[in-house]
């Protein structure tokens, strides 16, 4: 039986930069997040959200603390087995696409499946772009794209491998009104399809209470949790 448990993070610290440089970003955040539950994350510039996604995703190691994902622990593995773990159980979607521009849209949303060795990755990626609704748009390059045809596209190159777990950092913040709204209706949409756990940092209050749940942070810290949303901004 799968743990019920996504996400476990337990006192988690970590310092970036070095000498008088090196700032404390976490001090001792510790959270639970359920399979298929839906986060938002907020707070300040500065406040440690996004270091704390960049934590979940294996790109940077906490100094002391605990980070377990679908019950196995991040502590010990190597930068490839970390990698190899990212690229099967984890999407990643960020503010600025991270599209390859010399690369179509089709080729963009292969490259996970042919990194794991995938035989047919170029079929699985166009079905993921049909369900973005860019079928049409598969051999455009980014360039010939419009902002939120982009974020779509690295949806689908998030969502290829099926992972468990998808990281969504400010996916709305290079997009206008219109094609942001397109793009989270999307998120959630594919996210309540396919039962995948969605972290979401943003600046948008509005967006955050779409969760399931909304944590705080500021200075580091969990400073509050909600269960829902809908009254975040009253309270400022």
């Known amino acids: 039986m799968k743990n019920s448990t996504a996400i476990e993070i337990e006192d ?6 070095d000498g008088d440089a090196r700032v404390h970003i976490l001090r001792g955040v510790s959270l639970k997040v359920q399979r298929g539950e839906a986060i938002g994350i907020v707070g300040q510039s500065g406040s440690g959200k996004s270091t704390l996604l960049m934590l979940l995703a294996g790109l940077e190691r906490p100094d002391s603390g605990k ?3 679908d019950g196995q622990s991040l502590a010990g593995m190597s930068e490839d087995q970390l990698a190899r773990f990212r690229g099967s159980r984890i999407g990643l979607v960020f503010q600025s696409f991270h599209l390859i521009p010399t690369m179509t849209a ?3 949303v292969a490259i996970p499946l042919e990194l794991s060795g995938v035989s047919n990755a170029s079929v699985k990626a166009l079905a993921e772009l049909e369900a973005v609704g860019l079928r049409a748009r598969a051999s455009h390059y980014p360039a010939q794209l419009s902002g939120g045809e982009q974020q779509r596209v690295a949806i689908a190159r998030a969502l290829v491998t099926d992972p468990a777990i998808v990281v969504a950092d400010e ?3 290079n997009l206008d ?7 989270i209706s999307l998120l959630f949409n594919l996210r309540e399809s396919r039962g995948t756990t969605l972290i979401l940092v943003t600046h948008d209050m509005s967006l955050a209470s779409r969760c399931d749940r909304t944590v705080r942070m500021g200075s580091g810290l969990i400073q509050l949790e909600r269960e829902s949303a809908a009254d975040l901004a009253v309270s400022g």
């Open 177 to 183: 009104e219109k094609s942001g709204q397109s793009v």
């Open 171 to 173: 996916p709305t913040g």
């Open 12 to 17: 988690v610290h970590i310092s970036l930069g």
């Open 67 to 69: 980070i377990a994902i």
């Open 106 to 108: 089709l080729e963009n």
